[in-house]
């Protein structure tokens, strides 16, 4: 099919926006959906592809074209955590869509000079109402990123579906698009036995065949498990059936970050990190998903002492998780502990080895997880990832259905939920104690292809090079060109040396903030700092700096 990026905007156009630049081309796929939402009579579309594939650019795309056709005066990213939405704003801002990142409901709706906003269901559910207003007042694309997060029955389900109501649009972006509690979500249809059906779907099958996703290979490891529960000491491996909440403690028990099991699989995932590094990929970085935060620094305590570096630690409570996320992806550090932050809509291209160390079990978030994992980058050709998990039954199952995936999509050259998804802490205290643990690698691999094997998945066979001139072949790390400020970005940094100059004059002259702040809004014309535009901070700015001068002077 042709699918037209750069359709002739309607006389009506709203607000100007730079062409979508042809450095940034849409993959196949992302044309045909886009072709199909702009055929679409409904005011809904839900867009079901696999993690990396590309739903963010997709995304934006729409939304690129509505603006640039007055479709729509503005977007609204809903999405699951700050880090994410602050995500789409940098991503935004590559197309010339500015939105204001995590803008809270006290500040009102965003300036006008912002084309939208991009926030949590959290902050829409804590005040609906700002963002029902705002979007009877301007037609709204709404862009609902792993809507999967607002089920009818749950809150912030109701809540976005009474902020968005009344939207011109609503596009629905998962690579997951169920629930472990199986509630209904929004605006998605549903066949006659419940499941979901997406208007486009695009699976990691697919994924595979088109290069735009990395094959995945599982390394699972069973052992010996010793624990005591209800004052009993109970031992077991995990080929024994247990009931289910003993079979959580076995899990749990070899996952404890003081027993020798976890210990053992962190030192092979860190040896299969090493020979990849040595290889052809040598800023390739490793992630180990944690407990909760207790055990993810017990874990980088572990790896610090196998490698001799202690890996960076990130969870959703520390305030500079995304700039700790976004230093990692474009660093060379080779491993990153993790609690649920970078389990779902987190680019860290990098990442080739996984050490899948929670006890959470639901496909839904193991889904998450491996889609961390399979995102390409331009070199090397061949990127085999590889995860490292027990050998606990129901993640076997979850891991076979992704190898089943995978191997639907592979060519051989030779051949030519029951549990609630988790919040970052441990299950609830009982009498349960893990006593010790050891591991072995399962001599049966989860894998459909033994790393190494030539594929015809991955690229065409390397042309044969000379010795000589394999010998001057090293791999080179190119250092990615600085990213050019974006639109939100300045803004914080406006408002940062607002803040500075006004307490500076303020201390000064023995005046209270506000004071200062009222004189210096009522000059620009502005009511709030909230309400300014780019413009309005930097003329402020340069204000309070003559205001301060002549004050020196």
Same mark, same amino acid.
């Given at each position: 099919?042709?699918? $037209?990026?750069? &359709?002739?905007?309607?006389?009506?156009?709203?607000?100007?926006?730079?062409?979508?630049?042809?450095?940034?081309?849409?993959?196949?796929?992302? /044309?045909?959906?886009?072709?199909?939402?702009? $055929?679409?009579?409904?005011?809904?579309?839900?867009?079901?592809?696999?993690? +990396?594939?590309?739903?963010?650019?997709?995304?934006?795309?729409?939304?690129?074209?509505?603006?640039?056709?007055?479709?729509?005066?503005?977007?609204?990213?809903?999405?699951?955590?700050?880090?994410?939405?602050?995500?789409?704003?940098?991503? &935004? &801002?590559?197309?010339?869509?500015?939105?204001?990142?995590?803008?809270?409901?006290?500040?009102?709706?965003?300036?006008?000079?912002?084309?939208?906003?991009?926030?949590?269901?959290?902050?829409?559910?804590?005040?609906?109402?700002?963002?029902?207003?705002?979007? +009877?007042?301007? =037609?709204?694309?709404?862009?609902?990123?792993?809507?999967?997060?607002?089920?009818?029955?749950?809150?912030?389900?109701? %809540?976005?579906?009474?902020?968005?109501?009344?939207?011109?649009?609503?596009?629905?972006?998962?690579?997951?698009?169920?629930? !472990?509690?199986?509630?209904?979500?929004?605006?998605?249809?549903?066949?006659?036995?419940?499941?979901?059906?997406?208007?486009?779907?695009?699976?990691?099958?697919?994924?595979?065949?088109?290069?735009?996703?990395?094959?995945?290979?599982?390394?699972?490891?069973?052992?010996?498990?010793?624990?005591?529960?209800?004052?009993?000491?109970?031992?077991?491996?995990?080929?024994?059936?247990?009931?289910?909440?003993?079979?959580?403690?076995?899990?749990?028990?070899?996952?404890?970050?003081?027993?020798?099991?976890?210990?053992?699989?962190?030192?092979?995932?860190?040896?299969?990190?090493?020979?990849?590094?040595?290889?052809?990929?040598?800023?390739?970085?490793?992630?180990?998903?944690?407990?909760?935060?207790?055990?993810?620094?017990?874990?980088?305590?572990?790896?610090?002492?196998? @490698?001799?570096?202690? =890996?960076?630690?990130?969870? %959703?409570?520390?305030?500079?998780?995304?700039?700790?996320?976004?230093?990692?992806?474009?660093?060379?550090?080779?491993?990153?502990?993790?609690?649920?932050?970078?389990?779902?809509?987190?680019?860290?291209?990098?990442?080739?080895?996984?050490?899948?160390?929670?006890? !959470?079990?639901?496909?839904?978030?193991?889904?998450?997880?491996?889609?961390?994992?399979?995102?390409?980058?331009?070199?090397?050709?061949? /990127?085999?990832?590889?995860?490292?998990? =027990?050998?606990?039954?129901?993640?076997?199952?979850?891991?076979?259905?992704?190898?089943?995936?995978?191997?639907?999509?592979?060519?051989?050259? !030779?051949? %030519?939920?029951?549990? @609630?998804?988790?919040?970052?802490?441990?299950?609830?205290?009982?009498?349960?104690?893990?006593?010790?643990?050891?591991?072995?690698?399962? $001599?049966?691999?989860?894998?459909? @292809?033994?790393?190494?094997?030539?594929? /015809?998945?991955?690229?065409?066979?390397?042309?044969?090079?000379?010795?000589?001139?394999?010998?001057?072949?090293?791999?080179?790390? /190119?250092?990615?060109?600085?990213?050019?400020?974006?639109?939100?970005?300045?803004?914080?940094?406006?408002?940062?040396?607002?803040?500075?100059?006004?307490?500076?004059?303020?201390?000064?002259?023995?005046?209270?903030?506000?004071?200062?702040?009222?004189?210096?809004?009522?000059?620009?014309?502005?009511?709030?700092?909230?309400?300014?535009?780019?413009?309005?901070?930097?003329?402020?700015?340069?204000?309070? $700096?003559?205001?301060?001068?002549?004050?020196?002077?």
């Amino acid at each position: 099919m042709t699918y $037209e990026i750069d &359709a002739p905007p309607r006389p009506t156009a709203g607000r100007y926006l730079p062409s979508w630049p042809t450095h940034r081309p849409l993959r196949k796929w992302q /044309q045909a959906a886009a072709a199909q939402v702009f $055929e679409s009579s409904n005011d809904a579309f839900l867009a079901s592809a696999t993690p +990396a594939a590309g739903k963010t650019t997709f995304g934006l795309h729409v939304a690129h074209r509505m603006l640039s056709e007055g479709r729509v005066a503005r977007v609204a990213v809903v999405a699951p955590t700050t880090h994410i939405c602050r995500q789409w704003a940098l991503d &935004a &801002a590559r197309y010339g869509i500015h939105l204001e990142p995590n803008r809270p409901n006290s500040a009102g709706p965003e300036p006008r000079d912002r084309h939208g906003i991009s926030v949590t269901y959290a902050t829409v559910a804590a005040g609906s109402e700002v963002h029902r207003r705002r979007c +009877a007042e301007r =037609p709204t694309l709404l862009i609902a990123d792993e809507p999967h997060h607002m089920g009818e029955d749950a809150s912030w389900g109701q %809540s976005t579906v009474n902020a968005f109501g009344a939207a011109k649009f609503r596009l629905l972006l998962s690579g997951t698009p169920f629930r !472990s509690d199986n509630s209904p979500i929004p605006w998605v249809k549903y066949d006659d036995e419940g499941v979901s059906a997406a208007d486009y779907d695009y699976g990691y099958t697919q994924a595979l065949i088109d290069h735009v996703c990395r094959p995945v290979t599982f390394h699972t490891y069973g052992g010996e498990m010793e624990w005591v529960s209800d004052g009993k000491v109970r031992r077991a491996g995990f080929d024994v059936v247990l009931p289910a909440p003993e079979a959580a403690r076995r899990l749990r028990t070899a996952l404890d970050a003081d027993g020798d099991w976890i210990t053992h699989v962190l030192r092979d995932a860190n040896d299969e990190l090493v020979k990849i590094r040595a290889g052809d990929h040598p800023n390739a970085g490793g992630l180990v998903i944690a407990m909760d935060k207790e055990h993810a620094d017990k874990l980088a305590g572990r790896i610090a002492r196998i @490698t001799g570096e202690r =890996p960076d630690v990130v969870h %959703s409570d520390a305030s500079d998780a995304s700039a700790r996320i976004a230093s990692f992806s474009a660093g060379t550090s080779p491993w990153l502990v993790s609690v649920l932050m970078v389990s779902e809509g987190v680019d860290v291209p990098r990442l080739r080895v996984g050490v899948y160390a929670t006890n !959470s079990r639901t496909e839904l978030f193991f889904r998450q997880v491996i889609g961390r994992f399979i995102r390409r980058t331009p070199e090397p050709k061949d /990127q085999m990832a590889h995860v490292f998990l =027990p050998s606990d039954p129901r993640l076997k199952r979850l891991a076979i259905a992704i190898e089943e995936e995978r191997k639907h999509a592979l060519v051989f050259a !030779s051949v %030519s939920g029951e549990e @609630t998804e988790r919040g970052e802490r441990s299950e609830a205290k009982e009498p349960f104690k893990a006593l010790w643990s050891s591991a072995r690698r399962d $001599e049966e691999v989860l894998q459909t @292809t033994q790393p190494g094997e030539p594929m /015809q998945l991955f690229a065409d066979p390397e042309p044969e090079i000379s010795p000589a001139l394999a010998a001057f072949a090293m791999p080179v790390v /190119q250092a990615a060109p600085p990213e050019p400020e974006t639109s939100f970005e300045r803004r914080e940094r406006l408002r940062a040396e607002r803040h500075n100059l006004v307490a500076l004059i303020a201390r000064r002259d023995k005046e209270p903030h506000s004071k200062v702040n009222g004189w210096v809004n009522r000059e620009v014309g502005v009511k709030s700092v909230d309400k300014a535009t780019d413009e309005q901070l930097e003329r402020a700015n340069r204000l309070l $700096e003559r205001e301060l001068n002549r004050k020196k002077g």
